[in-house]
Structure formats: C-alpha cells, structure tokens
T-cell receptor, first 113, second 115 residues
Framework: DAGITQSPRHKVTETGTPVTLRCHQT?????MYWYRQDPGHGLRLIHY???????DKGEVSDGYSVSRSKTEDFLLTLESATSSQTSVYFC????????????FGPGTRLTVL | AQKVTQAQTEISVVEKEDVTLDCVYE???????LFWYKQPPSGELVFLIR??????QNEISGRYSWNFQKSTSSFNFTITASQVVDSAVYFC????????????FGGGTRLMVKP
C-alpha cells in the first residue's frame, strides 16, 4: 500500500471557523491532489500540486486554499468553513503522468455545523 | 472538457449472479486513460485497473473483466459470479492530456450483493 496518511480523520467544526487538513506521503511522489466526495458527484478535484510550492486549482476550488512547503506534505485550508463544505476529503498521490494511477489516502470526514 | 457518466446509481444482485457496471466517457483528447476504483464500506479507494486509449483488448482478472469500446466511448466492468465481498461503490475515471494529470470521476455505482 502507498504510504499516505491524512489527519485528522474526523472533524466537526462550526461555520466560520478555519480548518486545515493535512496529507502526508512517504512515497516521494511529485503530484498530490485534494478531492471531495459527495453523494451523486463521485470525487471532484479541489486543488493539486505538481511540486513544492507549485499548486493549481481544480474543479471546485472556491473557498479552499492549499500549500505545499515539503514534498511529503500537502495542506488543504478552509479559511472560513461553511455547511456546504461538509464532505469527505481525500488526498491522492501520483508519480506524475496521465498513465499513472492515483493512490488515495484514507479520507477525512468533515462536518461543518 | 471531460465527462464520465455512470448511469446506474445502485445495483442489487444475489450472490453468484453476474453483473455489469456501465461507464460512458467524453473527451476530445486522442490519448487518454481510463480507470476503475473500488470503494468498499470501509471507505478507502482501491485501484482496480487502468486502460489506455490505444488498447481496446478486453482484460480479465479472475472474476473481473473489462470491456473497452472506443466506438461507443464505453469502459464497462463485469463481475462474474458475484460475492458478498464485492459489495462496494465502484468509480470509473478518466485522465486525459491535461497539465495536472487530473482524474475526472463518474458519480459511482453502488453494488449490493445479497447472500
């Protein structure tokens, strides 16, 4: 199994509070991704990173920011959480080409009250 | 823009039945890759298979088989002699010629296999 961990695994927070989710990998893969999973929508890409300090937006990036200061860590921040951001968040890693499959972390269940 | 459609949101079968999960995709890329992932009740996402757009050969792995047809833009997944352990949500995904090697996922099909 690919070495990917996410923390926290579960979080309940209140509307308007900042939240940071962490993804940590031990595989030294170049690409890292943040997805959210909602019923009926599959997984949708929020942001991705193609190297240290190199990030770009995905399909549903509004309300989210990311940072990658080290190869192994990719942080997802909700500056001011809203109830619409209640979801399961998955981190994924990839060696870097379209050919390569993405390996997923265990997920973080976030509830915004 | 890319799109993946899994029209079957839920399928229920009885153990030992064969079941096919449909996946239809849209892309303008000439080179692309198709994937299937499994999400069991425990929640993790497990990679099952990758297929590139130049290889239309069907693939079989044990009870699992995949039928890729470019003419109909479909990449269907068949489970033969289903088992209770096959109960999961299955996702089809597409990766094309994009800067981030991003995956576009279908909405998923929930398969319930009853004993």
């Amino acid at each position: 199994d690919a070495g990917i961990t996410q923390s926290p695994r579960h979080k309940v927070t209140e509307t308007g509070t900042p939240v940071t989710l962490r993804c940590h990998q031990t595989e030294n893969h170049r690409y890292m991704y943040w997805y959210r999973q909602d019923p009926g929508h599959g997984l949708r890409l929020i942001h991705y990173s193609y190297g240290v300090k190199d990030t770009d937006k995905g399909e549903v990036s509004d309300g989210y920011s990311v940072s990658r200061s080290k190869t192994e860590d990719f942080l997802l921040t909700l500056e001011s959480a809203t109830s619409s951001q209640t979801s399961v968040y998955f981190c994924a890693i990839s060696e870097g080409s379209s050919y390569n499959e993405q390996f997923f972390g265990p997920g973080t269940r976030l509830t915004v009250l | 823009a890319q799109k993946v459609t899994q029209a079957q949101t839920e399928i229920s079968v009885v153990e030992k039945e064969d079941v096919t999960l449909d996946c239809v995709y849209e892309t303008r890329d000439t080179t692309y890759y198709l994937f299937w992932y499994k999400q069991p009740p425990s929640g993790e996402l497990v990679f099952l298979i990758r297929r590139n757009s130049f290889d239309e050969q069907n693939e079989i792995s044990g009870r699992y088989s995949w039928n890729f047809q470019k003419s109909t833009s479909s990449f269907n997944f068949t489970i033969t002699a289903s088992q209770v352990v096959d109960s999961a949500v299955y996702f089809c995904a597409l990766s094309g010629n994009n800067a981030g090697n991003m995956l576009t996922f279908g909405g998923g099909t929930r398969l319930m296999v009853k004993p």
